[in-house]
């Protein structure tokens, strides 16, 4: 058998006196170490090592896993007899895997590595560091040994007494070794304190340093270099060709490390907006949480003030408390499509908010908001209504009933009295057409009792606070009534027991009393409702209030010429007792009445009347007013109403056609949007006169179907509509930029868009989205479709908007390989391992994302894991999800 030439296929022949080398036990015993080692620092991923190079790989078995390590890749199943030709077969399944890789082998065949000839065996190894470790090192157009050796130069070039010329008599002072290493690690050597005379020195920390923090295994002996007058050529380079693969790898470390701080720098952007979509959901909610049980709170008061002031604090919320909320909601609904449209873009899945935080969510509290809003504004009017109505009562009641007792005072005693019993034949007469005259009294009261009695029943319906005393007083002005009907008729038989035995009476004190009673209760009712108060709310009503009045001022000609009559026969009566002498005592027997009160209350009823004419009049100037408020009201509300809705027109017409780009659409829209905002003068003018008028107490408004609410909404939604055309503009101006297409696609994407948005709404449904995506050639099953609906419409409203149609039609030839990218990244910062340490994330990136980066990954369990070990494949599934990658 032929002598083993392990150069011939990558290097020239050495000069004879490295021929002669060949021959020595020291190159023998230095390629041996180095060659261990090597194989172990690779057999040692697969948890196994050698320990003896000539007979460890006799069998084969541990030569094809080692190939199996350091190519990544499978060979043919190892024999596992103990028989030679077994052995010979595992040999050969492993020279024939090394010529697969274009290696030619001299001299070299299965039988003298079963045989453990350890020149052969050495040539073997040697041509696989060849083939794996140093052929493929390229170095400014120079490969393999060459590639190498320029590469240390270059490396060290820096450095004193460094002059590396080849791989032998180079290093024996150790260095070159060190200088390589000080190159890229200068924290691990102090390469000032090196002296080139110490070449044990040199050597032992250059190992120490490698093996400790390079992961490179000793795999030379200093001893073995310096007592050697030329160190074998081929351990040093296999031990160099370690430190190139070990630093080499830096600068693609780095590369994958800025990679990966870019894709988190996004990714950690997206989770602060997240978060701020959160807080500022949670705020919002919160606020809706604790307003509407304020504006649920229908506790009445009992004093129009209170309610007043209960009316004031709700228009202090209209006005000042809620304006910032309807902008907050606005900003949310904006920052979450803004969120959505970056997520997409940036190939993530769709932000989900909490439960309870959706748009959808937070529109439906909205609207609970609002319906609470309307009833509480409803209740605070009809319960101002309400406590008008009572006031107004318990007044009338106060009146009434002051009137009532002040004219019973002392009725029971006079009822009572037995003076009859021992009253001449005239006086018992005069008794009886007195109590006459009392009974005719008695019944004119009726109707104001019953009055009374009405009234208190209405207070008690309508829940008035006062109602106890009320009910108290009418109570005792029934049973005092009752009683004055039992002691009237009671009197009435007594007298008229003793009437037979009396005949003389006096004809005109009894007409007198009889005529007198009724004219005053007239003057009495006449004075009542001359100071009577009345609450009118249309100009209508006072107009009746006035005709009454005029009607019953017709009615004061007849009233006086009875007045006259009246004292016409108090006037007779003077005259008869003045002529015939007649001997009266005093006053009319008859009645109470008596000419000077006939007279005072006509002259106080005189005195009313005026007065009554004067309120009159200002109260039909304050319906006029009222009126004018009404009209100045409704012409504003009359133009703004149209006006709102014509812009929500031409709004929604913008969005949908196709006019210059999209800059130009977003700054029409802008210019649009101020114009928009001027108009808010006119909305806070028609907002002063709705205070007006609300302040004015006016409740119905017959010139206009216009309510301030109305407006209110109309203006909000004409904002919010706005700011949300403007943001989608803004959105597909990202997605234009972020994925490269045209203002052509754009337009293309427009226009196919509007064929399939058969409502003219500017959104479509999901029928007619399906109908777009099968005109445009999409096979659409049913689960198919629901995962391109799970994308267009995260928040499941069931309709598809143009920027969501956008960023689907885009998204569909976006590069998806940003998940892949991550993963090599990994893969180059992990090396030759199936795993990556934590220290080593803490090393090449900076602090916060290296924690970013660990916290996701999951511990590796492989059978080469390692104390701290991560799998890195775990942080890609983290981020992306699983269908990605």
């Avoid at 102090?190 to 923090?213: C, H, I, Q, S, W």
């Avoid at 009823?605 to 004018?628: C, G, K, T, Y």
């Avoid at 992990?830 to 994330?841: H, V």
Wanted: glycine share 4%.
């Amino acid at each position: 058998m032929e002598e083993y030439d392990g150069d011939s296929a990558y290097m020239p022949q050495e000069d004879d006196w490295d021929r002669d080398l060949l021959l020595d036990p020291a190159w023998e015993k230095q390629q041996s170490k180095t060659f261990t080692a090597w194989c172990n620092s690779h057999l040692r991923k697969a948890g196994t090592q050698i320990e003896n190079i000539d007979e460890d790989f006799r069998d084969g078995l541990k030569l094809m896993l080692l190939l199996e390590v350091i190519a990544g890749e499978r060979l043919a199943k190892p024999e596992r007899g103990k028989m030679r030709v077994h052995k010979i077969s595992n040999v050969n399944k492993a020279l024939n895997f090394i010529a697969s890789k274009g290696v030619k082998l001299v001299s070299i065949g299965a039988e003298e590595i079963v045989d453990g000839n350890n020149k052969m065996t050495l040539g073997m190894i040697w041509t696989i560091i060849l083939r794996f470790a140093i052929q493929d090192i390229s170095v400014e157009e120079t490969s393999a040994k060459e590639g190498l050796l320029l590469w240390c130069q270059r490396k060290t070039a820096p450095y004193k007494n460094v002059n590396i010329q080849n791989f032998h008599i180079s290093w024996k002072d150790g260095l070159g070794f060190c200088a390589l290493i000080h190159r890229h690690r200068p924290e691990l050597i102090d390469y000032g304190k090196l002296r080139k005379d110490d070449p044990m020195t040199n050597l032992n920390t250059a190992f120490d340093v490698a093996e400790k923090y390079l992961d490179i295994p000793k795999m030379l002996d200093a001893e073995d270099i310096v007592g050697t007058a030329r160190p074998d050529e081929k351990a040093i380079m296999t031990y160099v060709s370690s430190f190139y693969h070990a630093f080499s790898g830096a600068q693609k470390a780095e590369t994958a490390a800025n990679r990966i701080c870019k894709v988190l720098a996004v990714n950690q952007e997206n989770e602060q907006l997240m978060e701020d979509y959160e807080k500022l959901a949670s705020d919002l909610l919160e606020w809706i949480r604790q307003t509407i049980p304020w504006l649920e709170n229908r506790m009445p008061e009992n004093t129009m003030q209170a309610m007043q002031q209960k009316l004031e604090d709700f228009r202090d919320y209209r006005r000042l408390h809620k304006p910032p909320k309807v902008q907050e909601k606005c900003q949310l609904e904006i920052n979450f499509n803004t969120l959505q449209t970056k997520l997409r873009l940036s190939n993530r899945p769709a932000f989900m908010p909490s439960e309870g935080k959706m748009v959808s969510d937070i529109n439906n509290a909205w609207g609970n908001l609002e319906g609470a809003e309307k009833g509480y504004e409803e209740w605070l009017l009809n319960e101002i209504r309400r406590l008008e109505r009572l006031d107004h009562l318990a007044a009338k009641f106060r009146q009434k009933a002051a009137i009532h007792e002040a004219w019973t005072e002392g009725k029971e005693e006079l009822l009572q009295k037995n003076d009859y019993e021992k009253a001449s034949l005239s006086e018992i007469k005069a008794v009886l057409k007195k109590h006459e005259a009392f009974e005719s009294d008695l019944a004119a009261h009726q109707d104001r009792v019953e009055q009374i009695a009405a009234i208190a029943q209405e207070l008690n319906e309508l829940d008035y606070y006062d109602s106890p005393s009320v009910n108290a007083r009418c109570q005792r002005i029934c049973d005092e009534w009752d009683s004055l009907g039992d002691l009237t008729q009671k009197r009435t038989e007594a007298l008229q027991r003793t009437e037979k035995l009396l005949e003389t009476i006096d004809q005109l004190y009894l007409e007198f009393a009889k005529r007198a009673a009724p004219f005053n209760n007239w003057m009495e009712g006449a004075m009542e409702d001359l100071q009577d108060t009345f609450i009118v709310h249309t100009i209508e009503e006072i107009q009746g209030l006035s005709t009454a009045h005029e009607q019953f001022k017709a009615t004061l000609p007849e009233a006086d010429k009875e007045r006259q009559a009246i004292l016409g026969i108090h006037n007779e009566i003077a005259k008869i007792v003045q002529t015939y002498h007649v001997n009266v005592a005093g006053s009319n027997p008859y009645t109470t009445i008596n000419p000077q009160e006939v007279n005072g209350k006509w002259d106080k009823v005189r005195q009313l009347v005026p007065q009554r004419d004067q309120a009159l009049i200002e109260e039909h100037s304050r319906q006029q007013n009222n009126e004018r408020l009404r009209r100045q009201f409704a012409n504003q509300a009359n133009v703004i109403g149209p006006w709102i809705q014509t812009k929500m027109e031409e709004i929604g017409r913008i969005s949908i056609e196709m006019h210059g780009t999209l800059e130009d659409q977003l700054t029409n829209l802008r210019q649009y949007e101020k114009s928009i905002h001027n108009y808010k003068a006119k909305i806070d003018q028609l907002e002063g006169d709705h205070q007006l008028i609300q302040e004015a107490l006016i409740f119905d408004n017959k010139h206009t179907n216009y309510t301030m609410e109305h407006i209110r909404v109309g203006w909000e939604q004409l904002l919010t509509t706005i700011a949300r055309t403007i943001n989608e503009i803004e959105n597909q101006i990202l997605t234009r930029d972020a994925k490269g297409i045209t203002q052509e696609q754009l337009n293309e994407f427009r226009a196919s868009f509007n064929h399939f948005d058969r409502k003219r709404s500017g959104i479509m449904d999901a029928e007619d989205f399906k109908t777009c995506l099968i005109s445009v050639g999409y096979n659409l099953g049913e689960n198919e479709f629901s995962r391109i609906m799970s994308i267009v419409d995260p928040n499941r409203m069931g309709v598809v908007t143009f920027q969501a149609f956008v960023d689907f039609m885009c998204h569909e030839t976006a590069d998806t390989d940003t998940a892949d990218q991550v993963v090599a990244s990994f893969k180059v910062l992990a090396g030759d391992k199936n795993y990556i340490l934590a220290d080593e994330l803490r090393r090449e990136l900076p602090p916060d994302q290296a924690e970013y980066c660990i916290a996701r990954m999951a511990p590796y369990t492989g059978p080469d894991a390692a104390p701290g070990a991560l799998d890195y494949m775990s942080f890609s599934t983290a981020l992306y999800g699983e269908s990605d990658l």
